[in-house]
């Protein structure tokens, strides 16, 4: 019996083609879908991110600074007035010494022997003067003597005149000695003072700060007096002498307070008062600046002469007082940075009440604290400032508020939505777009 014949099944040509249609669409759908979500993803608004800094209280100081140089308050050159080679030095560096203390010595020989020639001068001086009085004594006895014996006509009035011319040489002979005589003596007392000389002692009492002299040294005293030593006053008291320059010459003034800080102390600070700003200009490389003395204490003898000094001159100072940071006066948020304008809250960020002069004249501004948040702007009247940070007053304000330096947006897409304005949450733009389906 012959089997059935076999049937083929066939797929309809219409199913085929309808799910090729569908794809494409399919693939157009998804991507639209994306598309739109990853345009919400990038319209996201991105997190306003806030610098802040808290409020304190201390104190606010405005300062000036300058450079200076240690000096002895009083200190004496000790030279030689006499030539002559020395013969001994008692003294060294660091040495205290008394006033009329002896330093050093000069071999005296020479000096000696000038003092006895001035005697021997002297002693002849001395004798021309007994000779001169002799010879006057004569000449006036025989001038009496014509003049008695003229009346009578014993002696000619030529004579008469002869005895007195003679008395009146002798009354100048006399005259000469006694001069000769005065010099010989000044000159025995120069030499004695010279003698007196080659001993060469302290003027002040103080420390031996230099010592330019060693035995066996000549000493030339022809035209001045060589330094052989210097001597510095009382070091527990110094000065220092600070250039201060022609822009901040008018904020020193006598009385001030100064703080010294030295390259060999670096952690400690010592204490100054101004003592004189004197009128000389001093101008280096048409750089114009004026010196200003500063009394230094220095009390236990840490400090040396010629060491080098940062003066920190204390202008202005407010005590117990809010102190901000500067730039917390200068910050404004995006809004009313956009705006260009006074100080205006955005979205959630209400603006400051009463800004501008203050009943009593003073000028006000405005910083903004961070609270639940959000900035608030307080009205506050800026005082003394260094710069760095500015001493405020203002009711609303509390130590310890954080007041907003600066913020900040990430950037990328996030810096569209910070040109809008709209509030974003502290956690940031999501890590990636959100799924499509």
């Known amino acids: 019996m012959p089997s059935p014949p076999?049937?083929?099944?066939?797929?309809?040509?219409?199913?085929?083609?309808?799910?090729?249609?569908?794809?494409?669409?399919?693939l157009v759908g998804a991507l639209a879908v994306g598309w739109f979500g990853w345009q919400r993803w990038r319209a996201a608004p991105t997190a306003l991110t806030y610098t802040t800094a808290p409020v304190t209280r201390?104190?606010?100081?405005?300062?000036?600074?300058?450079?200076?140089?240690?000096?002895?308050?009083?200190?004496?050159?000790?030279?030689?007035?006499?030539?002559?080679?020395?013969?001994?030095?008692?003294?060294?560096?660091?040495d205290r010494v008394e006033a009329g203390q002896v330093l050093a010595r000069l071999e005296p020989t020479l000096l000696t022997a000038q003092l006895?020639?001035?005697?021997?001068?002297?002693?002849?001086?001395?004798?021309?003067?007994?000779?001169?009085?002799?010879?006057?004594?004569?000449?006036?006895?025989?001038?009496?003597?014509?003049?008695?014996?003229?009346?009578?006509?014993?002696?000619?009035?030529?004579?008469?005149?002869?005895?007195l011319a003679a008395l009146r040489v002798a009354e100048a002979a006399v005259a000469a000695a006694r001069a000769g005589s005065i010099e010989a003596k000044a000159q025995v007392d120069t030499a004695r003072t010279n003698l007196t000389y080659a001993t060469i002692t302290a003027p002040i009492a103080g420390v031996v700060v230099s010592r330019s002299v060693d035995p066996g040294n000549t000493v030339a005293a022809s035209l001045q007096a060589p330094e052989l030593f210097v001597i510095a006053g009382d070091l527990a008291r110094m000065e220092l002498h600070a250039s201060v320059a022609e822009a901040d010459v008018g904020q020193v003034r006598d009385g001030q307070t100064v703080e010294l800080r030295?390259?060999?102390?670096?952690?400690?600070?010592?204490?100054?008062?101004?003592?004189?700003?004197r009128n000389q200009a001093l101008t280096t490389a048409n750089v114009v600046s004026y010196d200003a003395v500063i009394a230094v204490a220095n009390p236990d003898g840490a400090l040396r002469p010629g060491m080098t000094a940062t003066a920190t001159f204390i202008v202005d100072q407010a005590r117990d007082t809010l102190i901000v940071p500067a730039k917390a006066l200068r910050y404004r948020p995006a809004a009313a940075r956009r705006a260009r304008g006074p100080a205006e809250g955005s979205a959630g960020a209400p603006g400051p009440t009463g800004v501008g002069p203050s009943?009593?004249?003073?000028?006000?501004?405005?910083?903004?604290?961070?609270?639940?948040?959000?900035?608030?702007?307080?009205?506050?009247?800026?005082?003394?400032?260094?710069?760095?940070?500015?001493?405020?007053?203002?009711?609303?304000l509390q130590e310890d508020d954080l007041v907003i330096t600066a913020d900040s947006r990430p950037s990328g897409a996030g810096a569209r939505a910070a040109s809008t304005g709209r509030a974003t949450s502290s956690s940031g733009r999501p890590p990636g777009p959100p799924p499509m389906f």
């Open 6 to 26: 076999t049937r083929v099944a066939h797929d309809s040509p219409l199913p085929r083609l309808a799910r090729r249609a569908l794809t494409p669409a399919l």
């Open 58 to 94: 201390g104190a606010v100081t405005r300062t000036v600074t300058a450079a200076g140089t240690l000096s002895p308050v009083v200190a004496s050159t000790v030279g030689s007035q006499v030539s002559g080679r020395v013969a001994e030095v008692l003294v060294d560096y660091n």
């Open 116 to 163: 006895a020639s001035a005697r021997a001068r002297l002693t002849a001086a001395q004798a021309e003067v007994a000779r001169a009085t002799a010879t006057l004594t004569n000449a006036r006895a025989a001038h009496q003597r014509a003049a008695g014996l003229v009346a009578s006509g014993a002696v000619a009035t030529a004579e008469v005149d002869a005895a």
């Open 262 to 277: 030295f390259d060999a102390f670096p952690d400690r600070s010592f204490g100054g008062v101004v003592r004189q700003v």
């Open 359 to 396: 009943p009593g004249g003073a000028p006000r501004a405005a910083v903004w604290v961070l609270r639940a948040g959000a900035p608030v702007a307080i009205a506050v009247t800026p005082g003394l400032s260094d710069g760095a940070v500015t001493a405020v007053a203002g009711d609303g």
